[in-house]
C-alpha cells in the first residue's frame, strides 16, 4: 500500500507517524500464526490482543459466523429478540460464579465497563440510596476508554488529554506494584495484601455509605501484568462487605481461560457482584463485551408495570447475531477442546520461560499470573524506547510481541507447546541481548 493509502485510518493505541514510515501489515491469520503482506510467517506470542487464546481463524468458529451471516444479519435488541442472544446468556452465566444470573450484552469491554458502573449507580439509587455516588477505581488501573472508564482507571496518558471532563466522585486506590519488595515474583506476590486496607481510608474520608461501587481487574493487564498479592482480593471484599458497597471485577482480559479459568474468581475464591468481560468472549472473532449481574442486583431493578424499560441503557448493536454466534461457538470450542484446563496445564511451562530471563543484563524484573506474563526492562535514555525497539525487531525477526512503554507483555495461546514458547522466547532473549543497555 502506498503511504496515501495509509494516511485516512487514524490508528488506536498507535505511534502512527512511525508505523506509515515502516508499516507492519498482515493479511491473514491462522492459529498461531499470522501472515505479513510480504508472506512472511508470524508467530503470535500476544494471542491477538488478549483476545484469541483458542488460535485464529477456529474452524468451527468461522463456520458458526458464517452460517449465521446467512441466516440472520442483524435483529434490533430493543424491544427485539433472537434465540442466540438468549442463548449465550444462558451459557456464559453457566460458567459464572454462582449466584449471577444475567448478563448484559455489549459490543466491547470499554461500553461493558461503562454499563456496569451505571448499574451500579442505578441500584443503590433504586435502593433508596442514590447518595451513594461515589466510584472508587485504583491507580494504573486499565478499564478501557470511554469517559466511565477513563474515569475510575488510572493510567496517566489515558486521562491526561480529557482531565476536565472526567467523572467526578472518583476516588483511586494505590496500584499494588513494588519492585523493591516483588521483583522476580513467581505468581502473587506475598508482600502487599495491606495495600486493600487504603479502602477503608477512602471510607473514613467519604463515609462508606456514599460508595457505589469499587471496580478493579483481578490481575492488572495493559499497564504490564501487576499481580494481585496474596490476600489482597479478599481484603476489598471484606471491606465492601461491610459498607454495602459494590465490587466489580474487571474481566475483559482474565476472563474465558486467560488465567486457567472461566472467571477469576476461581483461582482467587473471591466473588464480586458485578463482572465485566469482553475479548475471549468470541474468541476476538466479532465484537463483543458482557455485564454479568448478580441475581440480587437484577431483582432490584424488576419493578413497576412489566411493559416498562428497567434501565434505560443499551446499544444499537447489543447482543449482534453474529457475535452471538461467534460467542456460543468459542464457549463449543472452549469445552470440547478443555482449552480452560490447556491454559491452566501451561503455566508452568510459561512461569519457567519468562523467569529464566532473571539475571540477563537490563532485566529489572518478570512477572506472572496464569497465561500473563511481563518481562520489565530497564528503559534508555527515553522512557518507552527500549520496550517499542524490542517489538519492532521481535516483529521483524518472526515474533509478535506486545510493549507497553518498557515492559514486554505476553499472553500466549492456550493450546501452545514447548516448540511455541522456545520460539518466542528466543528471539525475545536474542534481541533484548542486542537491543542496547
Known sequence: MTKKNLDPFWMPFTGNRAFKASPRMVVAADGHYYTTDDGRQVLDGFSGLWTTGAGHCHPKIVEAVRAQAGKLDYSAAFQLGHPQAFELADRVCGLAPEGFSNCFFTNSGSEAVDSALKIALAYHRIGGEGHRNRLIGRERGYHGVNFGGISVGGIAPNRKMFSTSLLPNVDHLPHTHNLEKQAFSKGQPQWGAHLASELNRLVALHDGSNIAAVIVEPVAGSTGILVPPVGYLQE???????????????????????????????????????????????????????????????ERFMQGPPNAI????????????????AGLAAMDVFKEEGLFEQSRANEKMFEAALHSFKGMDGVVDVRNFGLM????????????????????????????????????????????????????????RKVIGGSGK
Do not use: W
Not at 282 to 295: C, D, Q, R, S, Y
Open 236 to 298: 476489598l471484599r471484606k471491606i465492601c462487605d461491610q459498607h454495602g458497597i459494590l465490587l466489580i471485577f474487571d474481566e475483559v482480559i482474565t476472563a474465558f481461560g486467560r488465567i486457567g479459568g472461566a472467571f477469576a474468581s476461581e483461582r482467587f475464591d473471591v466473588v464480586p457482584d458485578i463482572i465485566t468481560c469482553a475479548k475471549g468472549l468470541t474468541n476476538g472473532f466479532v465484537p463483543m463485551g458482557a455485564v454479568l449481574i448478580k441475581e440480587k442486583i437484577f
Open 310 to 325: 428497567e434501565l434505560f441503557h443499551g446499544y444499537t448493536y447489543s447482543g449482534h447475531p453474529l457475535a452471538c454466534a
Open 373 to 428: 506474563g511481563a518481562i520489565e526492562l530497564a528503559p534508555s535514555e527515553q522512557p518507552g524506547e527500549r520496550g517499542y525497539e524490542v517489538f519492532t525487531e521481535c516483529f521483524r525477526q518472526g515474533v509478535f510481541i506486545r510493549n507497553g512503554m518498557d515492559t514486554l507483555q505476553f499472553s500466549p495461546f492456550f493450546d501452545g507447546d514447548e516448540d511455541y514458547y522456545t520460539q518466542i522466547f528466543d528471539t525475545v
